[in-house]
């Protein structure tokens, strides 16, 4: 075989590109840290770096969601805790009011404090988020979701429905509560009312009765209608049955006595052989600065008697009692919410760390197998050099000579 001129120069300058290109191949790897640049290097390298990268910047966009629910929440709990103060302070004047040597300069004083109390719970019902969303206004967080009418009546204006995030691929939390349950439907003071002429009732045990309310007062009736039914005898006796007819309870009966019945006390005037009836009234829900604006009233009027106004304060500490208990449920949520948000992010966290070594593994190199490639690459390209250095001066008249 003859080895022309060009074939020398050929081969060694082929010999010196391929070392050049794998020398910089090797230190372009040390600089970036990365295996591999485009999708011919590696194909399936490079699927597997780019199904990781995005499974890597969606947890990224849960860990933003997760800094956003927690500051949501946290802002809300803020304010419950605030509003359940206010409760509390003005629960403790309706408390001091209900005082019978109570001038009423003293309770004009007291309806003051308590208007102060109620602007102070308005404006925190119509609070706004960081981001300038009315926090209790549902799905209406553009909308002011308390109001007061020309009337003086409150009333709620957002909707039911709650916004959520999403802080992992299965996983979606509730970052606000709609006031509507919060504030707004807060049973208050559950009664009974005598039907008939000669039969008194009064609520005599709250917490007794609020249980029998409970569980026996029926929507689905056209009456919550209770018999009171007196028997002549040796000695006369009483039975009392519900809207169907069963009997509940019986005892003897003295005219003018007084029948203790599941937190009620009914009083008949009559001898016995008559009937009375009584009825659960209908359940009401009401706005609890509504409840306030009562009392306030009641506070204001000279008018009343003692009785009245207790029965007044009664219904307003029953209602604000009620509310209280609303927003401690409340409160409780937000806690359990959090719990469940830190317990995801730390899930987050590791399945983040994990797809983070899984990417390295796949697309970053090993700096030391690099080095030692570099190394390696540097010594051919030498060798390279020589060799060509030395062939290109070798000529016919070297070989005579």
Known sequence: ????????????????SAATERQNTAYEQLYSGNKFKTAGQDPSGMGQKMALTKEIDLFQQYSVNGSLLENSLGHEETILTSINEAMLSAQTLMQKS??????????????KELEGLQQQMFDLMNSRNSQGEYIFGGNQSKNQPFVKDVDGNYA??????????????TVRIPAN??????????????????????????????????????????????SNKYTVTTVAGTPDSYQITDPGGTVLQNGDYVAGGEINFNGLTLSLDQVAGTVQEFSLDKPKNDNILNGISDFIDALRDPSLSNGDFQLKAQDAQIHLGNARQRVDTGIGSLGGRMNSLEQVMSSNTGLDTLNQQARAKVSEIDLYEVISALSKENAAMSASQQAFSNISKLTLFDYIR
Not at 98 to 111: F, G, M, P, T
Request: negative net charge; charged residues 25%; aromatic residues 8%.
């Open 1 to 16: 075989m003859r080895i022309t001129t060009n074939m020398m120069y050929n081969r060694g300058l082929s010999s010196l």
């Open 98 to 111: 209900n005082d019978s040597a109570l001038s009423q300069a003293d309770r004009e004083s007291v309806a």
């Open 156 to 169: 709620f204006q957002g909707d039911t429905g709650q916004r959520e995030i999403q802080v992992s691929p």
């Open 177 to 222: 509560d709609s006031g509507q349950d919060l504030f707004e439907t807060i049973p208050t003071r559950r009664t009974a009312s005598a039907d008939t002429a000669n039969i008194q009732v009064k609520v005599s045990d709250q917490g007794q009765f609020d249980n029998f309310y409970r569980t026996r007062y029926d929507s689905a009736l056209a």
